[in-house]
């Protein structure tokens, strides 16, 4: 199931980027004591008690300003707003209940959003300041003291807003059915490989560019077994972003790769392979998901017959870093290739998941210390005593060597490929982790 979305708004100057920071446990969003500093959302993940969840920035709400920056972060918010599960309103016990924090109030619970009203700034340790308790005029329930730069009362916060969300079971999907994320930039054809898919026009498929604004799932049933495809949003430059409603498009794609079990990196033929390709496919990478990359729009190209294999060459070069991804070139208008998808997505999911024995891992790395010797630094040489596979999704290796700064990143690399060569592992990424195991034996 798609990840919570908690919204933090506020408005301005009342700690709503502090305590985001301090809920994520790093220093994401932009601090400063200047009103209108965080103009835009910012998102990341957050996990309390065992619950994940995305929790978004919002610039502060001003709801009778007239200056044109403040009108834009209102709208912002306003948007964070709409598609939130849980919205925690920040306000500030030192300057108490402002007229603007009524109108705030008011915005909110026209949502009909479950909220949580979060008492900024009461920093000091026991009793709540007797000033907390006008904050009750607000007409929100009860409200939770918290300091955003302390982190006091955010765990009490924290178990209010994870009651809001829903059963972590509530995908119906069988436990066999592959989750695929459908990405890439806008007007790839995403929509229309989707409903080639489903045979029926499940997504609305426009030549404008952001006319899928939400992930939306379609569940296929074939002899291969069962696909859950979830249909995302282009993903963009964020300097491309001009469209509000775009900035929470962008973090619903993202969540989808979260979701997906595989990506299917759709790359227009027509435009070639660009920057924001490689981030989109870059962002599957990092998250360890297994990927295949679909050329679409091929049957539009003019051929000769080197050019396939000249457009897979330049692929390559350009995904060097995803050395192991496989292409098909496919034309989701005409349905040419799209069938060998499934038989595709169903071999690098297995991919993703194969599980090697330790036995076999350390036959291999006999077989490739043996070839190539491991590099040495002034006398002392790199010792690689053995090798196992400590999870899947993706394949993560664990190597105990004597000197982990001798390990270079080559080598590592020469023994990834060896792994390749002998299991496959197609189409995931392989993570390679070094434990030292003692640095008396040099």
Partial sequence: MPLPVVAVVGRPNVGKSTLFN??????????EDTPGVTRDRIYSKCEWRGRKFMVVDTGGIEPKEDDKMLTLMRQQAELAIAHADVIVLVTDVRSGVTANDYAVADMLQKSGKPIVLAVNKCDKLGEAPLEMYEFYNLGLGDPFPVSSVHGHGTGDMLDEIIRYFPEED???????????????????????????????E???????????????????????????????????????????????????????????????????????????????AGYAHEQGKACIVAINKWDAVEKTDKTMQEFRKKLEN?????????????????????????????????????????GMLNDVLAYATARVQPPSDKGRRLKIYYMTQASTKPPTFVLFVNRADLFHFSYQRYIENQIRTTFGLDGTPVRMIVRERSRNDT
């Fill in 22 to 31: 301090k809920l994520i446990g790093q220093r994401l969003s932009i601090v």
């Fill in 202 to 280: 499940r997504v609305i498929v426009s030549d404008i560019a952001g006319t899928t604004r939400d992930a939306t799932d379609t569940v296929i049933e074939r002899e291969e077994g069962q696909f859950v495809f979830i249909d995302t949003a282009g993903i963009r430059k964020k300097s491309k972003i001009t469209e509000r409603v775009e900035h929470f498009s962008v973090l619903r794609a993202y969540m989808a790769v979260d979701r997906a079990d595989v990506c299917v990196i759709m790359i227009d033929a027509l435009e070639g392979f660009t920057e924001q390709d490689s981030k989109v």
């Fill in 170 to 200: 509530a995908d119906d999907y069988g436990d066999e059915a592959i989750k695929v994320a459908v990405i890439g930039k806008p007007n790839a054809g995403k929509s229309s490989l989707i409903n080639r898919i489903a045979g029926e």
């Fill in 318 to 358: 350009d995904l060097s870093f995803m050395s192991y991804v496989p292409f098909i070139f496919i034309s989701a208008k005409t349905g040419q290739r799209v069938e060998k998808l499934f038989d595709l997505i169903r071999h690098v999911h297995e991919q993703n998941a194969m599980r090697i024995s330790t």
